[in-house]
C-alpha cells in the first residue's frame, strides 16, 4: 500500500499505521507517510493499534523528521505497544536533542 | 581445505562441518575471481561438498551468495560444478533450504519436504519493500522453537529490518540481499548477506571517515557507532548501532565480515579477525533466548507503562 488513508477528526486528522502492515520498517515508506502529514494542521492522531514491530530507522523517518520540522502539526501517537513507543521517543529525542 | 587445480580452475574443498568459519576461510580462495574485473576470463569452479555432514543455515547462506555472486557478474566458466554431499540426509537439508533453487537450479519433486521447523530457508530479497514480510517469516520461524514475547518479536524484527535496508542503501549488491535463520538450542542464529561493494567503500565516501577506516576492520569498528552514517544527516546511521547494543545487551554473538576484514562481537568484546575475506558485507547475529531482549534498553527511553505519546 502507498497511498495514505487520512481521516477527518474534530481536532485535526488521523490515520491508523497498521494500514501498511504489522511490521513497519524502511525510510522509503516513512517518507512518504511524513510527506502526507507534514502539512496538515492542527493536529495529527497516529493510531498504532496492529502494529507490532516499528525499525529505527522508520520511526526517524517519520516521527523524528516530523519532530524536528519548523512547520507541523500537533502529533498524538495511541495504542502503541511498549516498544514501538520507545522507538518512537527515541527518534523524537534524537532529533530534537 | 586446500585449494589445488590449474589456472583455469578453482576447486573449493567444504570441510565437514560447513560452518561460519570453516566456510568463510574456504571462500577466501576465491577472492581472486570475486574481486577481479568483470572482463577477465571466466574461471571453472569446483565445489566438492561430498565431505560435508553439517551445514549451518548461515553457511548455506554464505555459499549460496558467494556462488550467485560468480553466476551474476558472469565469472563462472561453463561446467563449473558442485560436488553434492555424500549424505543424502544433508543433500536434502540443502534442497529444503533454497541452496540449490537460490543457484537456479530446480527442486525434483522427489525431494520436496514439508516446510522445515525452527529455520527458514535461504530467503533472497530483492528490494527494501519485501523486507518486513521476509523478516515477519524469520520470526515466524523462531516462534516455532521458542515462546517469544512481542517485545522479542519486535526486536528480532528490528534487528533483521535495519541491515537489509542498509543493504539497498549502500551496498549497490549484485544478489540483492540473503537471509537465513536457524534456531538450535536455545540459540536464535540470524545471518543477512550482500555481495556489494562493503563497509569501508561506503565511508569513504564521507572525507572525515578516511582517516578513521584506514582498512576493512576499523570501518566495521566505526558502522556500529551511533550516527555514523554516509547519508550527511547526523542524526541517522543508527541502524548497524541498535543490532550491535542488542546483542551487546544479550550477551549474544555477532559477527561482520566485510571485504578483507571482520570484528567478531562476544557480548562487550569487540576481536578484529584480520584473516578474512568476504565480497561484500555479511551480518550474522546469534542471540540467547534465555536472555532479555529489550529494544526499549537500547532505545532507554524509561517510560514504558503508557501507550500513547505527544509532542
Known sequence: MTTVSISRTDSGYSLSLADWGPDLSGRTLGAIIREEVVDLAPEVLFDCAGVE???PSFADEVFGKLASSDK???????????????????AVAERTR | MASHGTDAEIRLEI????????????????????????????????VDMRDVERCSATGITILA???????????????????VPQRSDVTQFLWRMNFFAELGVNMPSRQERARPHGFRPVTHVANDA?????????????????????????????CVNEVVENVFYHARSPVDALVSVQTEDRKVEL??????????????????????????????????????TTTGDDRRGIGLWVVYELVRRNEGQ??????????????????????????????????????????????????????????
Open chain 2, 130 to 158: 519485501e523486507s518486513p514480510a521476509v523478516t515477519r517469516g524469520l520470526v515466524e520461524a523462531v516462534e516455532e522453537s521458542y515462546e517469544i514475547d512481542p517485545i522479542t518479536s519486535g526486536a528480532l524484527k528490528s
Open chain 2, 15 to 46: 570441510p565437514a562441518n560447513a560452518n561460519f568459519s570453516g566456510l568463510t576461510r574456504v571462500l577466501a580462495q576465491l577472492k581472486p575471481l570475486l574481486v577481479s574485473p568483470e572482463n577477465d576470463e571466466p574461471r571453472l569452479v569446483v
Open chain 1, 72 to 90: 507541523r502539526p500537533h502529533i498524538n501517537v495511541v495504542n502503541a505497544n511498549p516498544a514501538v513507543l520507545s522507538a518512537i521517543r527515541f
Open chain 2, 65 to 83: 551468495a558467494a556462488l550467485e555472486h560468480l553466476f551474476v557478474c558472469k565469472r563462472l566458466r561453463p561446467g563449473s560444478q558442485i560436488l
Open chain 1, 53 to 55: 514491530s516499528m525499525s
Open chain 2, 191 to 228: 545471518a543477512i548477506v550482500d555481495t556489494g561493494r562493503g563497509i569501508r567503500t561506503s565511508l569513504l565516501d564521507v572525507p572525515e571517515y578516511r582517516a578513521k577506516a584506514p582498512d576493512d576492520c576499523s570501518a566495521i569498528r566505526l558502522a556500529l557507532k551511533k550516527n555514523v
Open chain 2, 254 to 311: 555477532m559477527l561482520v565480515l566485510s571485504n578483507d576484514g571482520g570484528v567478531e562481537i562476544t557480548g562487550e568484546q569487540l576481536v578484529d579477525i584480520e584473516e578474512c575475506f568476504w565480497p561484500g558485507t555479511l551480518v550474522a547475529v546469534e542471540f540467547d533466548m534465555a536472555q532479555p531482549i529489550d529494544i526499549r534498553e537500547v532505545y532507554a527511553s524509561g517510560e514504558f507503562d503508557d501507550d500513547s505519546f505527544d509532542f
